[in-house]
Each structure stands twice: as C-alpha cells, then as structure tokens.
C-alpha cells in the first residue's frame, strides 16, 4: 500500500505543479492547456523580410507579450532600413472567442478580402500597404510604409502565409 501511495503522489506531483506554478510570463495560452512561446523578430528569417524591406536592419522588438487589453498579448517587430523605410510584423494572440471579436480583421468597402487562414484583408495606398489575417484566435498584421509599398503586396500575401503556418 504505501508504495501505491508514493506511485500515485510520484505521479500526480508534476502534474500539480503544472496547474500550481503556472506558465511563464512571456507566453501565451493558444488552446487549453497548450503553450506558446512567440519571439516577435525572430517569426521570419532576414531573407523573407528582405523581399518586404530590401537593405533592413534586424529588427527591434517593441512589444514581447501583455497588451493594454487584458486577455490579449501582443509580439512586435520593427524593421527600418538606410531610407528609414518601416516593416511591422505583429501578432495579436487572444485568450478567447470574445477577446478575438475585439482584435480580428474587419473588412471595409476599401479593402481587399484575403482568403487565407481564417481570412483577412488587404489595404493599400502608393506608399503603405496594410494586412490583417487571422487563424483561431491570433491575429497577423503586417505594416509596410515605403516609396512604392503597394508593388509589395504579393510579397505580404506570402509572408502572411509563413506565419500563419508558423504560429
């Protein structure tokens, strides 16, 4: 009996300590019980952010989790090159199916629906292009503001892609 006793509390400690100790601060729950870890400028390889941003730094991390909204982290990463041109890559991840009503993308007349994850869209004027797209409860926004941004839009479209599969 005793080693029954010491089997079951041998057992069930880590799975206690899971519940006790938590998670670390810097993550994020995606489903019940699944953790995710989100290093905002290291989401995309120099190349990949090289066909957004030709000639770019390495990017500066403005924002590594928590948010103004309680229940939603945010993971940012800032890309400038010699021209002081700007590419954002942002993810949006929220705890539940209300908190991600809040931050999803919401299409106007002016915007180019994407068909992608869970969908999306697409912004775009002769120096800045904007995407939004979603998948479960994160949401990916992408900024590009450039001479010439809208000629990036396939290039966004692509990127959207990578990291929808990534996150």
């Known amino acids: 009996m ?20 938590g998670r670390p601060a810097s993550g994020t ?3 019940p019980g699944r953790f995710v870890d989100i ?10 952010v090289e066909t957004i941003l ?3 730094d390495e990017g500066f991390t403005a924002m590594s ?7 939603v982290d945010s993971y940012q990463c800032s890309y400038t090159n010699e021209n002081i041109d700007l590419f954002t890559v ?6 539940n199916a209300e908190l991600f009503d809040w931050i999803k993308p919401h299409l106007s007349s002016d915007d180019t629906e994407l068909k992608i994850g869970d969908g999306g869209y697409l912004r775009s004027s002769a ?3 904007k995407l939004e797209v979603s998948k479960g409860f994160k949401v990916i926004e992408l900024n590009l503001m450039a001479p010439g941004a809208s ?14 599969e990534k996150i």
């Open 127 to 129: 120096d800045e292009i």
């Open 65 to 71: 989790g928590g948010s103004l909204m309680k229940g």
């Open 90 to 95: 942002i993810v949006h991840v929220a705890a």
């Open 54 to 56: 030709p000639g770019h």
């Open 151 to 164: 000629k990036k839009a396939d290039a966004m479209i692509k990127i959207a892609s990578i990291l929808l």
């Open 2 to 21: 005793k080693n029954l006793l010491h089997f079951s509390f041998c057992t069930a400690l880590p799975f206690l300590l899971s519940f006790t100790l």
């Open 29 to 31: 729950i995606d489903t």
């Open 39 to 48: 290093v905002p400028c290291e989401l995309l390889s120099a190349e990949q």
